[in-house]
Each structure stands twice: as structure tokens, then as C-alpha cells.
């Protein structure tokens, strides 16, 4: 079926679609990217693909939609969005020339220095998203942390300079789980919240590319592991606890401190700490954590549980909020309560 037929079927309403990716295993080798990040009236350095539904809806295929070289124009953003779709997807194989058009873009809105929206944080957020998971594939760590934290350093500049925009941080935030989205879910959430608290820029900045690069151990845990639906063994669950060691060691053997402060590094390594001592890998009680630990902990947890995964839908924020307060280890709270209490000031006032 050609781009012609299928925009056809389209306007015709004579196209069953699928709004959003099963999961990363259903999109393989295709990747989904939000319709807020393409630029009416230039021309693509990729193809497009719509995720259609087939037989009876019981299963799918992706359809060419636009090839490299169309305009993307407003008429095509209408139309989809009359049928509620908002995803489109491209090939794996285009994922730097979608980085590079995203780039160009970030580069377009910096030099027009346009206030926070929720289309900037769009952009923002999907070319992080797409730079980590180039990076985390190849292990090219260190030219990607540079260019992000030039990135992150730019957006806290525009949030400083319009306060009220940090609540639209909340429109961009991913709702499905992956390790891409969770990583940038986590820098918001962390550049949000260490505004709000009126810390420095520099610490701003430090706990947005830990979020972003906190995880990056987890490339090393086996698939089979990390996908498995059941509860893990003994043995499972010790590989996994690793993840924080293997990523200290990753992020400090290919990057150096001009790429990655040491606060980027502790707080990666520490991330899993909890306030009562019994956390991994280090046991540090609260007063031997990086002072900032107890926030990486708290948001790593509450975004985890407030967004949906394979074998359970997304808790409310009160839900999560109950969870994170109720939960104990061998010699009291998992988590920080001043940080904690901080944190709900936080989420009602945005």
C-alpha cells in the first residue's frame, strides 16, 4: 500500500490505527516519535511509518506514510490528530538522522530563544530520549553526556528565567515504561523538583544527567532477566543489583571528569541507597549518602510506579505517595520523609 492510498484511507475513515506501541519488543526495528517534534514545512532526513491495525485488529503492520525528502506539513499533523493519532514511527536503522533533524531543530528554537512550552520540552525530551538509546546501543557515552549537559544547562536557563513554566514539565513526561523513558522522566523530574527546592544551577544540572545516566548499567543485565515477568530468583535479583557498579564503572572508563562531574558518578552509584542504611550496593546510611541521593531515590520510585508497565497499569500519585511513605526496611524508612515532604509540596503545587 502506497503513502497516496494510505492517507486516502485515512480522510476516508476506512483505516483501522493503532494510537500507541505495544512495548519495545512489538515496535522492533521500529521506533515511535511524537508528532510534537516534527517541523511543519521541512523536508525529512527519514521515513515514516503508521502503525495500522490488521485481521480483524488481532494483529498490525507498519505502512510507509511519508518517505525522506516530503515536507511534514500541518495538513498531515491535522489529519492525523483528527483521528486521535499521535505517534508515527521510523526505521532503527535512521536513528541518527532522526537525532541530527531533532539537533537541527533544538538548534532552530535556541536561536530563536522562544519562552518553556510544552513543544520545546517535546523536542527537548525526545532528543534525549533517542541520543541515550544511540548511546547506551554503542557505548559512545562520553560525546553524548557533552552534548547533554550543554542541553540540560540550556533548558534550566529558560525554566530560571520563567518560573511558571516548570509545571509543564508534567505535559512531556513518557507514560509507558523503558529504560529511554524512565531516564528521561527521571532528569525532568529531577531539574523540576531541585528548581522548585531554589538549588543551583550547577546542582540542577548534576541531578538531571544523573537521572539521564543513572541506569546505564542495566545495558549489561541480561534481556531475559530484565523482561522476565515472574519474581526473580536469588541469583536474578543479585544481577540485578549489580546495575549500579557496572554503570559507575561504565560512565567513569569512557568519559572523563570534564564529561561527567563526580557528583554525576556518585549519584549514579548510589541511586539504590536507601535512607535506613539497607539499600544496595553500598549499605551508606543516610548521613554517608551524596546529599542528593535521597531525592534520585525518592523520584526513581515514584516515577517507576506512576507509569504503566507489561504486568500492571500506572498507580495514581497519591497511590505511589502511600507506597513510597508506608515502606520499611530492617531499621526504619526506605526514604528520606523531609525529602519526601518536600516532594508533595512539589507535586500540588504544579
Known amino acids: 500500500?502506497?503513502?497516496?492510498?494510505?492517507?486516502?484511507?485515512?480522510?476516508?475513515?476506512?483505516?483501522?490505527?493503532?494510537?500507541?506501541?505495544?512495548?519495545?519488543?512489538?515496535?522492533?526495528?521500529?521506533?515511535?516519535?511524537?508528532?510534537?517534534?516534527?517541523?511543519?514545512?521541512?523536508?525529512?532526513?527519514?521515513d515514516l511509518y503508521l502503525k495500522v491495525a490488521q485481521k480483524g485488529g488481532q494483529d498490525f503492520a507498519y505502512v510507509s506514510f511519508l518517505k525522506q525528502e516530503e515536507s511534514w506539513e500541518d495538513k498531515w499533523q491535522d489529519l492525523l490528530a483528527q483521528k486521535g493519532i499521535d505517534l508515527l514511527y521510523f526505521l532503527n536503522k535512521d536513528l541518527e538522522s532522526v537525532i541530527a533533524?531533532?539537533?537541527?531543530?533544538?538548534?532552530?528554537?535556541?536561536?530563536?530563544?522562544?519562552?518553556?512550552?510544552?513543544?520545546?520540552?517535546?523536542?527537548?525530551?525526545?532528543?534525549?530520549?533517542?541520543?541515550?538509546?544511540?548511546?547506551?546501543?554503542?557505548?559512545?557515552?562520553?560525546?553524548?553526556?557533552?552534548?547533554?549537559?550543554?542541553?540540560?544547562?540550556?533548558?534550566?536557563?529558560?525554566?530560571?528565567?520563567?518560573?511558571?513554566?516548570?509545571?509543564?514539565?508534567?505535559?512531556?513526561?513518557?507514560?509507558?515504561?523503558?529504560?529511554?523513558?524512565?531516564?528521561?522522566?527521571?532528569?525532568?523530574?529531577?531539574?523540576?523538583f531541585m528548581l522548585f527546592l531554589k538549588r543551583s544551577s550547577r546542582e540542577t544540572r548534576d541531578l538531571g544527567l544523573a537521572g539521564l545516566f543513572h541506569d546505564v548499567g542495566m545495558t549489561r543485565i541480561p534481556q531475559e532477566i530484565i523482561a522476565k515477568e515472574g519474581p526473580l530468583t536469588a541469583g536474578e535479583r543479585a544481577e540485578i543489583n549489580q546495575h549500579p557498579e557496572i554503570g559507575y564503572r561504565l560512565l567513569s572508563k569512557e568519559t572523563s571528569l570534564s564529561q561527567v562531574p563526580n557528583d554525576v558518578l556518585r549519584l549514579s552509584l548510589e541511586h539504590h541507597e536507601n535512607a535506613d542504611g539497607s539499600g544496595y550496593p553500598l549499605h551508606l546510611p543516610l548521613t554517608r549518602q551524596h546529599?542528593?541521593?535521597?531525592?534520585?531515590?525518592?523520584?526513581?520510585?515514584?516515577?517507576?510506579?506512576?507509569?504503566?508497565?507489561?504486568?500492571?497499569?500506572?498507580?495514581?500519585?497519591?497511590?505511589?505517595?502511600?507506597?513510597?511513605?508506608?515502606?520499611?526496611?530492617?531499621?526504619?524508612?526506605?526514604?528520606?520523609?523531609?525529602?519526601?515532604?518536600?516532594?508533595?509540596?512539589?507535586?500540588?503545587?504544579?
Open 291 to 350: 546529599p542528593w541521593t535521597r531525592i534520585m531515590r525518592l523520584l526513581d520510585t515514584y516515577e517507576s510506579l506512576t507509569v504503566s508497565r507489561p504486568f500492571r497499569p500506572a498507580h495514581k500519585p497519591f497511590e505511589a505517595i502511600k507506597i513510597i511513605r508506608e515502606a520499611r526496611g530492617p531499621r526504619g524508612s526506605m526514604y528520606d520523609l523531609a525529602t519526601l515532604k518536600n516532594f508533595i509540596s512539589f507535586l500540588t503545587a504544579n
Open 101 to 192: 533533524y531533532l539537533n537541527n531543530y533544538l538548534l532552530l528554537l535556541k536561536h530563536e530563544r522562544m519562552k518553556v512550552s510544552p513543544g520545546l520540552l517535546a523536542v527537548f525530551s525526545e532528543h534525549l530520549n533517542f541520543s541515550i538509546r544511540l548511546a547506551l546501543q554503542s557505548s559512545r557515552l562520553g560525546p553524548v553526556v557533552q552534548q547533554a549537559k550543554g542541553q540540560v544547562e540550556d533548558l534550566i536557563d529558560r525554566l530560571q528565567h520563567d518560573p511558571a513554566s516548570i509545571k509543564l514539565v508534567w505535559q512531556v513526561l513518557y507514560h509507558s515504561y523503558n529504560l529511554y523513558n524512565h531516564s528521561l522522566n527521571l532528569c525532568l523530574l529531577g531539574m523540576a
Open 1 to 46: 500500500m502506497d503513502e497516496p492510498s494510505i492517507r486516502h484511507k485515512l480522510l476516508s475513515s476506512d483505516l483501522k490505527t493503532l494510537h500507541r506501541p505495544l512495548g519495545e519488543a512489538g515496535s522492533a526495528p521500529y521506533t515511535p516519535i511524537s508528532l510534537a517534534v516534527l517541523l511543519p514545512g521541512h523536508r525529512l532526513t527519514f
